[in-house]
């Protein structure tokens, strides 16, 4: 019997998906918008593409390493939460956000040294610039090292640990920009230092264990260290070293981490972006904002042998990261919770397209499941919501758009709903709006759904059934190149 190869972080991640081929290196590109563009080009033409581990980038040297679209396959989707490759899509979507909020808390456990300590530099030595941060999008306002980030600080009240993603910009060799929304956990943390006249100590890594980076950029309760739960879900404690530097934990398998201080932007700030955001739209930082941003006085670099950065750098959304939407899993327990039956299938398309599908049980259901989706908190931000009949897969968009042409009338079947909430990144929010603080907008419920009172009238529809249509795949694979997932 072969023993479970040793936890090694990003690591372990790579090697399982490289035996399914899932891993293409890339050599010679630029990390200066070549890299960025490459990696949205990819995301957005190749279904289910592969990985890409750009090696020898334009002037640094082999081994300095950028990992661009790890879950955006099915397969690796599954890898890199720690479950069979070949978990289904639909199981991932139901069920990622559950494991998640169901694992026990398991705090980290220190160990005296780890690989990501294998190569150290310090206060003068430091050098950001030794690792090949990418200028990403064509508009943005310099280079990030920080994407895929999990940035860790203490709360000096209570000992509670965050770890966030927040993007790291470059703007020295030891000096990083650090922009937070309003209700970020390392801003609340670190305004607490800053009340006392304190620089508020961190430490962040800006590549490492995907399961870390992915409980890094959710929202869990003030509180609820992030790092207790990625022990939770890997099922052992997760291995950190004690930060020389700041007495900060950092997960001792990590690829680069930092270790500095956030001075109170009094003291010390910078303009900050513009950076191209997920909503499609540049937004953010100073230009969001008017005023400067906090920064990272870097005291202290570290980083394992051929160190690896998480690029996770936002793209247009039809080019995305990852392979299955799995908060839309979050809005489906939403809604079973608020007592709505019949709901077959919730996905959130682009950056705010959420459709739902149901099996219409009486008359006023379609209605009653649009009303609980937008009361919903997991789909705040979503500006249209499209309710479907449950012959129709809500994880795809031509047959949602398909029920909307053929199915909705203008007149009859829009909803609009007014002064809902959304967010700063909301393009479509006017300037005067954003500058007052009223985050909000008007959104709309389509129902393209069979009307129920002549449902049994409606039109047969034409096309053919999926067990045709996975016929006619299994017999003729070998001479069509359908796609394998
Ligand atoms: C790739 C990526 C980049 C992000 N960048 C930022 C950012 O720059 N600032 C921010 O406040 N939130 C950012 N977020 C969202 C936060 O990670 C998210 O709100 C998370 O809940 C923050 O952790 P916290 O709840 O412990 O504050 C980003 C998320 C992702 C996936
Ligand atoms: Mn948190």
């Known amino acids: 019997m072969t023993e479970k190869p040793a936890y090694d972080g990003l690591r372990s991640f790579l090697t399982e998906a490289e035996k399914f081929g899932e891993i293409k290196t890339i050599t010679g590109a630029d990390w200066n918008l070549e890299i960025g563009a490459l990696s949205e080009t990819v995301a957005e033409k190749i279904t289910e593409p592969p990985a890409l581990l750009f ?25 890199a939460l720690g479950l ?21 808390s398991t705090p980290p456990r220190v160990v005296p040294d780890g690989p990501v300590m294998q190569n150290r530099m310090r206060d003068n030595e ?18 990030y090292i ?19 993603t927040y993007r790291l910009q470059v703007h020295e060799r030891n000096l990083l920009g650090l922009w937070n929304n309003p209700g970020a956990q390392a801003r609340i943390i670190a305004e607490k230092y800053w ?3 304190k620089a508020c100590p961190i430490a962040a890594t800006v590549g490492g264990d995907f399961l870390v980076f992915m409980l ?13 739960k990625a022990g939770g879900l890997l099922g052992h404690p997760l291995d950190v070293v004690t930060g020389p530097v700041t007495g900060l934990p950092i997960p001792a398998h990590a690829e680069i981490a930092i270790e500095g201080e956030v001075p109170p932007p ?41 160190p690896i950065i998480l690029n996770m750098s936002p793209q247009w959304p039809g080019a995305p990261h990852h392979s299955v939407r799995f908060e839309a899993g979050g809005l489906w327990d939403q809604l079973e919770s608020a007592g709505v039956p019949g709901v077959t299938g919730v996905y959130i398309h682009l950056s705010g397209l959420v459709a739902v599908s149901i099996q219409q049980r009486y008359p006023g259901h379609a209605r009653q499941v649009g009303s609980a989706v937008l009361g919903a908190a997991s789909s705040a931000g979503s500006r249209y919501v499209v309710i479907v009949d449950d012959d129709i897969d809500a994880t795809n968009l031509n047959e949602v758009l ?48 069979r009307p129920w009172h002549w449902r049994n009238k409606f039109p047969m529809v034409n096309r053919i059934d999926p067990d045709q249509r996975e016929a006619m795949i299994a017999k003729y694979r070998d001479q069509l190149p359908f796609p394998r997932d």
């Open 216 to 228: 890094s950029y959710m929202k869990f309760p003030y509180g609820v260290s992030e790092l207790d």
């Open 55 to 79: 090696d020898e980038i334009k002037g640094y040297p082999k081994g300095f390493r950028i990992l661009s679209l790890p879950t955006a396959s099915r397969r690796r989707m599954a890898i």
């Open 266 to 306: 009094s003291e010390e700030a910078r303009d900050e972006g513009p950076f191209g955001e997920y909503t499609g739209y540049y937004s953010g930082g100073t230009l969001g904002t008017g005023h400067a941003e906090p920064v990272i006085r870097v005291k202290a670099i570290y980083y394992r042998n051929n």
């Open 146 to 164: 920080g994407t895929g980030s999990c940035v860790i600080t203490k709360d000096p009240e209570t000992g509670f640990v965050n770890s966030g």
């Open 402 to 449: 398909w029920a909307m042409t053929t199915r909705s009338l203008p007149a009859e079947d829009i909803q609009v709903a007014e002064g809902t909430r959304t967010n700063a990144l909301d393009a479509r929010l006017p300037p005067e709006k954003k500058a007052s603080g009223d985050w909000t907008s008007s959104r709309a419920i389509i129902y393209a759904v």
């Open 84 to 104: 069979p490759p070949d978990t289904p899509r639909i199981e991932l979507l139901r069920h990622t956000l559950k494991r998640i909020h169901g694992a026990p």
């Open 195 to 197: 009340k006392q006249g």
């Open 126 to 143: 430091v050098d950001l610039l030794k690792f090949p941060a990418l200028f990403g999008h064509r508009r943005d306002g310099g280079r």
